[in-house]
């Protein structure tokens, strides 16, 4: 069995599988709406990340170190991308006033959307990656084999760690209430503005109304769609090949239920993470540029991600500790 064959049953048993685990997760463990623990949370987000690692494993173990080390990267800077936008869902469950039993269904469906958009965008970028590759040239002795989609996506990544550097002001303070996921809401559905017991649509006086967690629901459902505009082109600078990339984003956000409400009251935790992922952006970015001569090496490009998060990690703990240490 060649790689593309075997490539095509993986993702159909992944996909298999991922259903399985999402239909577990909705209608056996959380059927009834409630208040996610931290201890419940905690062990929900280990469940994923070892179901993530794992996976690696078996890509390593039937693919070689070079998938691995890609899909590893791939997983990383999804996983390190993901945890700061899970800062974004919780300032939009803050100010829609989002219910505590709530949140997790709300996450759930969100993600279930992401995971058919983010096939969407992965199958497309791969497809147009490989038809914009420019005629081979030489200059000073040097062979240049440019991609025309990966040069702009690498040109634009760089300029997103630049203003993702400098993006932290203010951000406490932002307004969802004209988001493009609810203005869209408002046109197809009557809105009535309560939660109505977590359903998303309600019959008032025979008439149908969309809920106010439909509408929280299309407020996470466009974010994370502008999240996937820095997190999908990011990497393709790893790899492109189609089951790399969506076993890596797929593992990576099914996760994020749980992981957020881990990070829900860790704010201060993280204060040089948005600085770690600036980093990662650009470099991901001037790999892609880069790519035109030359092709780093998968497991290089593992270890520049993971050290960059480790050392933004480490000084925001160390950060936190001397605030907390310092306040008594």
Known sequence: MNYFQEEGYVLIAFGIVVLGLLALDLYVFNK?????????????????????????????????????????????????????????FILIFRFFKVPDKYQHKVLFYGILGAIIFRAIFILSGVALINKTYLP????????FRVNLILTIFGIFLMYAGYKSWKSDEGEAERDFSNSLGIRLV???????????????????????????????????EFTDLVFAVDSIPAIFAISQDPIILYTSNIFAILGL??????????????HYLQHGLSFILSFIGFK????????????????VVFGILTISIGLSLLKYRAEKKQMG
């Open 136 to 143: 081979e040239f030489s200059w000073m002795g040097v062979v």
């Open 186 to 220: 408002k046109k197809l559905f009557p809105v009535d503005p309560k939660y109505h017991e977590g359903k998303f649509f309600v019959r008032i006086n025979g008439k149908r109304f969309a809920t106010q967690l439909l509408i929280v629901v299309a407020v996470i």
């Open 257 to 270: 239920r749980a992981l957020y409400f881990l990070l829900a009251n860790s704010f201060d935790m993280f």
């Open 288 to 303: 892609m540029i880069l790519s035109a001569v030359y092709h780093l090496p998968s497991p290089i490009s593992l270890a």
């Open 32 to 88: 009834e709406p409630h208040k996610v623990s931290t201890r419940e949370a905690f062990n929900w987000s280990m469940l994923w990340i070892g179901l993530g690692l794992l996976f690696g494993g078996y890509i390593y173990l039937d693919f070689g170190i070079e998938k691995a080390s890609q899909y590893y990267s791939a997983f990383l800077i999804e996983k390190a991308l993901s945890v700061d936008n899970l800062f974004v």
